[in-house]
């Protein structure tokens, strides 16, 4: 089973970026699409992006494309998610997420079986 560990996260102002960093281990990175999922306070979780299993295909929420790019380094086994232009509202413990089921994007969480601890990110306004 795949495992995660999310590193990245912190503080940062209105307008600046942040860069997320998903490190795997314990199965076979590049069989797994990998996703990223946010959740804020007192609201349900939500999906972000997803990037296939070669990096061939991405999807993004609405509230994030333009502002965010996910990748992966199949050979590093890990995932990241840059995070550009963040506003107030990004302001979320962020969660990657790995699917080994088809290779198309899945928004639903419930699809996920493996996922990290999850990493904060807070932006001021």
């Known amino acids: 089973q795949l495992q995660l560990v999310e590193s990245g996260g912190g503080l940062v102002k209105a307008g600046g970026s942040l860069r997320l960093s998903c490190a795997a281990s314990g199965g076979i990175f590049s069989g797994y699409v990998m996703g990223w999922f946010r959740q804020a306070p007192g609201k349900e979780r939500e999906f972000v992006a997803a990037?296939?299993?070669?990096?061939?295909?991405?999807g993004y929420e609405d509230a994030v494309r333009g502002r965010f790019t996910i990748s992966r380094d199949n050979a590093r086994k890990t995932a990241y998610l840059q995070m550009n232009s963040l506003k107030f509202e990004d302001t979320a413990v962020y969660f990657c997420?790995?699917?080994?089921?088809?290779?198309?994007?899945?928004?639903?969480?419930?699809?996920?079986?493996?996922w990290g601890q999850g990493t904060q990110v807070t932006v001021s306004s």
């Open positions: 990037i296939g299993r070669s990096g061939s295909w991405t």
């Open positions: 997420a790995g699917r080994d089921g088809m290779d198309v994007v899945s928004r639903n969480a419930a699809d996920y079986a493996a």
